[in-house]
């Protein structure tokens, strides 16, 4: 499976933006995708999850009610909407993919796109 994120960039303080993640190399359908980030001098972390048929979704507490996750199985896509930005937000961000579970953590998920940096600065 390759992925591909892009969308990254320079944002203030409350701001939006959107990430794309373009999935290839194996059915779409039979991939659970989800969001990891990682700020400067962190670990990474789990952002959010989406299920096969996007019936079910996972979301970290430091971002719940301002990101949310959605897939086009038609496009091979996933996106990562990005509302209310705040510093604390600014990383890299990390599109994955598994074909189990929903899971939070990293270890579960075989593939990983390459990253895109966000940066959330006034």
């Known amino acids: 499976v390759q992925l591909q994120a892009s969308g990254g960039g320079l944002v203030h303080p409350g701001e939006s933006l959107r990430l794309p993640c373009a999935a290839s190399g194996r059915t779409f359908s039979t991939l659970i995708m989800g969001w990891f980030r990682q700020a400067p001098g962190k670990e990474r972390e789990f952002v959010t999850a989406?299920?096969?048929?996007?019936?079910?979704?996972r979301i970290a507490d430091a971002v719940k009610g301002r990101f949310t996750i959605s897939r086009d199985s038609a496009k091979n896509m996933v996106y990562l909407q990005m509302n209310s930005l705040k510093p604390e937000d600014t990383g890299i961000y990390y599109c994955?993919?598994?074909?189990?579970?929903?899971?939070?953590?990293?270890?579960?998920?075989?593939?990983w796109g390459q990253g895109t940096l966000v940066t959330v600065s006034s």
């Open positions: 994955a993919a598994n074909p189990k579970e929903a899971t939070m953590t990293d270890l579960w998920y075989d593939w």
């Open positions: 989406i299920s096969w048929s996007a019936d079910s979704t």
